[in-house]
């Protein structure tokens, strides 16, 4: 089992602090992709569901907290380089409600060592995405 913190950048801790006081952690291990954000959102994945694992650019402009997106779910409490976990098919996490996404993007601290993971733990092939 391997542990990551969400990446916050330093003036978004007021604004987070009171949904995700602890900031956040994605887990993987056996069972799956594991991804908590406090009262803000979750995501439960399993590994047989990880289509590719690839890295982008989480833009400013794409907010900070967990993000409804077109086609995606971000955890983001910065912005920069994030681990993209593309789905085999849809499922269900909070976001802060029930929301069904075939794709999640995760801005945590060590992206490459998180893809790296998910990887090794078979989760999927590495694929590139843009930036």
Not at 62 to 91: K, N, P, S
């Amino acid at each position: 089992m391997e542990q990551f913190t969400f990446r916050r950048v330093w003036w978004s801790y007021p604004f987070l602090a009171l949904l995700a006081p602890g900031g956040g952690t994605v887990t993987v291990d056996v069972d799956g992709v594991h991804a908590r954000f406090g009262l803000l959102g979750s995501a439960d994945v399993p590994l047989d569901l990880v289509a590719h694992v690839g890295r982008m650019r989480w833009p400013w402009w794409g907010g900070l907290g967990v993000r409804i997106g077109r086609g995606l779910v971000a955890f983001a409490g910065d912005t920069g380089d994030a681990v993209v976990v593309d789905l085999v098919r849809d499922v269900r996490v909070k976001a802060p409600f029930s929301w069904r996404t075939g794709r999640l993007v995760l801005v945590v601290d060590e992206p490459a060592r998180l893809a790296a993971a998910i990887a090794a733990a078979g989760g999927g092939t590495p694929a590139a995405h843009p930036a």
